[in-house]
């Protein structure tokens, strides 16, 4: 089990007279929903869906009562997560890939309906499943990208052209002619039939079966093989159009008749309707039939029909206003509670978790579920032979709700949560007075830990090392090979030909011990912040340790910044730093990082002297605010620092320009107060080209 179980309502510290800090939980709740967005994009989620709406709808709401607390970029104005940097390149869209706004019940659809009064809307299935960007010249497929973060994706398209619902040319038609330009939106799905074969077979092979059509999905359009991509039984359904020239529909529905003339699919779940109330049906309707569809879906998608109509309404920085989503609630179902244990995670968090009755809930069969902490098991009241409900929307962990306790005969069992870390031995305990968490102090050497933290290291977000599986990690850590992380990249081949995993039975060693040796002197030139993710600091995940990089440049200069300029940094904020410095000041760490650079691991940011633009902006100070169009706040600051700039992280006499995007706020009327220019995405653009000449 991972350390990182949910635990959707982050309070906060209480101050003296019981009551929350509102910007402390401000920071807990936007890095609390970025570190789960980390996971659902580029690993596995351990939350629900529902969970993590609920993170966000308690962002929004703190936002409204307390807008002063937004003090750097949002997640709640945020598309996704960026793009990675490996192993697919980056390609913009030509017309930005947005996500949609989430309704959760009758009222809220009643409201938005309200507001957004149309003649004909279309209801269209909500597939869970990885969204796709086709781009279409002249008929011919150029690239296939990921969503990314709505500015730029990346390229699959390899991985694409495997795909038969795919089609590598357009074929036009007498009422629709093929357009020189089209943008073509969808989602790359597994069937439920589908992916029920795919892991009977994945299960007879002795192979690891995955956690719902997703994950299989989306990991399959991330393969940097395209034979693996083709192995899988992926399907295309489209859904929306982005950039066009030569084609100039009135509707959607008009826009999808071409779409499947041309040759793609198009949902024949897809109705049209032509009033508030018919959408109101068909809301209920999909919900009683949500298992009638092949694929796995969690809601209903309504759109205004008219592209002009859309047009007028517009959009957010990450959302059209034209269209919303119905989430359905999550599916729950009754279970027998068979044994409650517990596991460890990579930060020493124990987490006690059920093991049920294999049951069927949300399109795949469970047998664990999450009771995240000793305070919420006891909560909840738990007893061993309980029948308990439990709740999955066909995420990766479903979770107790709790008992049902007119179903108890007298032999239902206390549970009583264990004073001892089950890997180690060691005590556990809270970390402070009042924390609902409990943890094993016993963090550089207990088994459970260490194993969690050589598979992370390992992973896509952090060094990428293909051959250091869970299994081999467990070997390495009972063979003694590894005491803890800071010997991996000194490991020889006589050193692995003491472990199992990465040796023949004649003791010699086998192609994934080469493999291995070849991953780890790969791995040492990787980019800082996969450096800096591997290294499990709490809080950091990949958007947090790619900030950092950007802004301190090393190791060295992470290490000896203070917890206030690692506030001031854009997307890091107090809680992260305060997290960094806490880490940096324990003395295995340290050695850890040393043992890392001794080895050759790179320890600062590396930048080719060729690739650096013009330096256009040495000297100048400038703040960016608001919501772009073509920069992520994140990318804006880059683009500041490699001309030579300082990218600041608020407004002061010291400033030269504030760039303003859309709802700039607090820090564009200080701009104003204290005479400091004020530029545009275009004057930006100047700016970053020319320097401050360019805009004066």
């Known amino acids: 089990m991972s350390e990182n179980q949910p635990n959707p309502s982050p309070a906060g510290t209480a101050s003296a007279n019981g009551t929350i800090d509102p910007a402390e939980r401000w920071a807990t709740l936007a890095a609390e929903i970025r570190h789960h ?11 629900t869906d529902a969970e993590f709406d609920q993170l966000l709808r308690d962002l929004q709401e703190l936002e409204a009562e307390h807008p002063e607390v937004v003090t750097g970029p949002s997640p709640t104005t945020e598309v996704a997560q960026p793009p990675m940097n490996s192993p697919f390149r980056n390609i913009a869209h030509r017309e930005r890939m947005l996500s949609l706004d989430n309704v ?14 149309s003649a004909t809307y279309l209801t269209e299935l909500k597939i869970d499943g990885a969204s796709i960007d086709l781009l279409y010249l002249d008929g011919r497929l150029d690239t296939a990208l990921t969503r990314g973060d709505g500015v730029t994706g990346e390229d699959i398209t390899h991985n694409a052209r495997t795909i038969s619902d795919i089609p590598d040319r357009l074929t036009g038609t007498e009422e629709f002619p093929v357009p020189a330009v089209i943008e073509i939106r969808g989602e790359i799905f597994i069937t439920v039939e589908d992916f029920a074969t795919m892991n009977a077979d994945r299960q007879a092979e002795g192979k690891k079966m995955f956690a719902n059509p997703r994950n299989a999905a989306a990991g399959a359009m991330r393969q940097k093989n395209p034979a693996e991509t083709a192995k899988r039984p992926l399907r295309l359904i489209c859904h929306g159009i982005g950039a066009h020239e030569g084609f100039d529909p009135t509707s959607l529905h008009d826009a999808y008749r071409a779409i499947e003339a041309w040759g793609l699919p198009v949902s024949p779940y897809t109705t049209q309707v032509h009033s508030a109330d018919e959408v109101i049906a068909r809301v209920g309707y999909w919900g009683e039939h949500r298992h009638a569809a092949a694929h796995e879906m969690d809601g209903l998608v309504i759109k205004v029909d008219s592209l002009a109509e859309q047009l007028d309404l517009g959009e957010t920085s990450r959302a059209p206003r034209w269209a919303i989503a119905y989430k359905y609630p999550p599916e729950e179902a009754m279970t027998t509670v068979e044994s409650i244990r517990i596991g460890m995670g990579r930060t020493g968090r124990a987490t006690p978790f059920a093991v049920m009755s294999p049951t069927y809930v949300a399109g795949s069969t469970v047998s664990m579920a999450t009771l995240h902490n000793p305070t919420e098991a006891h909560r909840k009241g738990i007893r061993l032979g309980d029948r308990a409900m439990i709740r999955k929307a066909g995420e990766v962990i479903p979770e107790v709700l709790g008992p049902v306790e007119e179903a108890r005969d007298g032999s239902e069992r206390e549970f009583v949560f264990s004073s001892v870390c089950p890997e180690c031995g060691t005590p556990l305990s809270p970390t402070k007075e009042g924390d609902a968490d409990w943890r094993c102090p016993n963090t550089r050497y207990c088994p459970g830990q260490l194993q969690n933290r050589l598979t992370y290291l390992a992973g896509r977000g952090a060094f990428d090392i293909d051959a250091l599986g869970e299994r081999a990690a467990h070997d390495l850590i009972i063979s003694g090979v590894l005491p803890d992380e800071g010997a991996l990249f000194s490991l020889t081949p006589e050193i692995l030909a003491t472990t199992s995993a990465y040796t023949t039975k004649a003791g010699k060693l086998n192609r994934p011990g080469e493999v291995l040796l070849e991953n780890l002197e790969e791995s040492k030139q990787v980019d800082l912040w996969r450096v800096i993710t ?16 950007a ?14 300029e690692m506030a001031e940094i854009d997307g890091v904020g107090g809680i992260i730093a305060q997290s960094v410095k806490d880490w940096f000041a324990v003395d295995w760490h340290r050695e850890i990082v040393d043992a890392w650079a001794d080895a050759g691991v790179r320890m600062e940011q590396f930048v080719e002297v060729s690739d650096l633009p013009e330096q256009t902006l040495a000297g100048v100070t400038v703040v960016v605010t608001g919501s772009l169009e073509n920069y992520d706040r994140l990318s804006a600051k880059e683009a500041v620092e490699s001309r030579g700039g300082k990218a600041a992280g ?13 709802k700039a706020g607090s820090k564009l009327t200080r701009a104003e107060e204290l005479g400091v220019p004020v530029l545009d995405e275009a004057g930006f653009g100047r700016l970053l080209a020319g320097g401050p000449d360019a805009v004066r």
């Open 104 to 117: 959760f019940d009758g009222s809220e659809l009643k409201e938005w309906l309200d507001r957004t009064p």
């Open 650 to 662: 608020s407004v002061s006499k010291k400033t030269d320009f504030l760039v303003a995007g859309e």
């Open 551 to 564: 802004s301190l440049q090393s190791i060295p200069a992470i290490d000896e910044a203070s917890v206030e």
């Open 534 to 549: 591997a290294l499990s600091i709490r809080h950091v995940g990949p958007t947090a340790a790619k900030a950092l990089a």
């Open 37 to 47: 967005r980390d996971l659902y994009y580029y690993r596995d989620p351990v939350i």
